[in-house]
């Protein structure tokens, strides 16, 4: 059903989203530098262009201000939607800082995005007549994105692992994930669109996103919010994959039983459930975790859907902001573990493990956590892949689950493992 133009503030955001006769490629219709990319199962979208920018700044405060800029660059808008549905209309991209003192996020509204959805393509091209507007969502520090200097190396990565745990059996903490960084380099710069088109094509099942040069294929989505529905399905446990279905399901099976690997697991569950429980009328969570097989490591993995309570329903973003960080990424209790990473990772994450995704005028959308991704700057690249870490963690353990992870962003930009 084609929604009716939306007649706002003249001196706003101006938009209009007519259909595509034909399936377009989305990758390939990427530049070749910047640009924004969702991608899942062959859907979603690519743009490229600002027709606005919301710099977040820093502080617990920065997912509710970048919303409220954003429903007022949106809800202002002068829209014209000749196609209507999921993804339609003018969207807002972004990416946050994991850390909300690190001042990485922003917001974008593309100039074009073209998006494909239910067997419907469709091309949005929004504006602000000749001019573009850039706004900062009043608060904290203002910065470009960008990682910083330093990483936990794989030495580093272990000892930290060891300190890490020995703080949870003193009682401390009871979870904290730890992320490993690797510095690549290239002869030649890196190739934005033939990395998403590896990530995308060997990882379907994931969020293959882009945004200010920050690439990856994220198993794991925080929130989606359509109308009222909302849906999160939270991640933690791993294992790799069988050499065989024998193998793989025997590796499954014993992902399953782990007791390490379910209290990891539950921890992270239960964070999520307890920052959506407020915003439902209703919250369903499955009585036990599946197994989400990727093609070369498997997760546990549990379903919780609800229906949204209160008028006006709070949009994506801001339920985004509600759930982030979960025990998946962070740790247990919040505080505690991001106070531990800060002082065994210094401030170096940037947007590793924030929340990367898109919503649009009507508040739905879908955001991911940013795992299994890379920072891309020219012929340089810096690789993310975190392990929660319990107290029968084992250092080495960690290590490889960790390197497993980083598997398919190596294979992606092209760079053979040590």
Request: hydrophobic residues 40%; glycine residues 12%.
């Amino acid at each position: 059903m084609s929604l009716p133009a939306h007649r706002a503030d003249p001196a706003g955001l101006v938009s209009r989203t007519d259909p595509l006769d034909e399936m377009p490629e989305l990758i390939a219709r990427l530049p070749a530098t910047g640009g924004v990319a969702w991608i899942r199962e062959g859907e979603g979208f690519i743009g490229w262009g600002e027709a606005a920018r919301v710099r977040v700044g820093t502080g617990r405060g920065r997912f509710q201000r970048a919303a409220a800029a954003m429903a007022d660059l949106l809800g202002g808008a002068d829209i014209d939607d000749a196609v209507g549905g999921w993804g339609t209309g003018p969207l807002a991209f972004g990416s946050f800082a994991f850390d909300p003192d690190s001042p990485a996020s922003a917001l974008v509204i593309p100039a074009v995005i073209i998006g494909i959805s239910g067997g419907r393509a469709w091309v949005t091209r929004t504006g602000r007549g000749a001019a573009d507007v850039e706004t900062h969502a009043d608060g904290g520090t203002i910065a470009k994105a960008g990682a910083e200097p330093g990483a936990l190396d794989e030495g580093s990565f272990t000892r930290a692992v060891e300190a890490a745990r020995d703080a949870i059996r003193n009682g401390r903490l009871d979870k904290v994930v730890l992320s490993l960084q690797v510095l690549a380099t290239s002869a030649s710069p890196f190739d934005q669109r033939r990395v998403l088109a590896r990530l995308a094509g060997e990882y379907p099942e994931c969020y293959t996103f882009a945004f200010d040069s920050f690439v990856g294929a994220s198993p794991e989505l925080l929130v989606r919010r359509e109308g009222r529905a909302l849906r999160s399905q939270p991640l933690a446990g791993s294992s790799r994959r069988g050499a065989d279905p024998e193998e793989d399901a025997g590796l499954g099976a014993a992902l399953l039983a782990s007791t390490k690997d379910r209290w990891e697991h539950d921890l992270a569950v239960v964070t999520v459930v307890e920052a959506l429980h407020p915003l439902c009328r209703t919250l369903r969570i499955d009585p036990e975790p599946s197994l989400l097989r990727l093609a070369n490591v498997q997760h546990l993995a549990t379903e919780v859907v609800g229906e949204l309570s209160g008028d006006p329903v709070p949009d994506a973003l801001s339920i985004a902001g509600a759930v982030h960080p979960t025990a998946a990424v962070c740790g247990t209790p919040s505080r505690k573990a991001l106070a531990l990473i800060r002082e065994l990772e210094g401030p170096n994450r940037g947007r590793y493990a924030g929340p990367v995704g898109w919503v649009d005028a009507r508040g739905d959308g879908e955001w991911a956590i940013a795992l299994r991704c890379a920072e891309l700057s020219g012929t340089t690249a810096r690789l993310f892949a975190g392990c929660g870490i319990v107290a029968q963690s084992d250092p080495g353990a960690e290590l490889e689950e960790a390197r497993l992870k980083l598997r398919p962003v190596r294979s992606a930009l092209g760079i053979t493992p040590p």
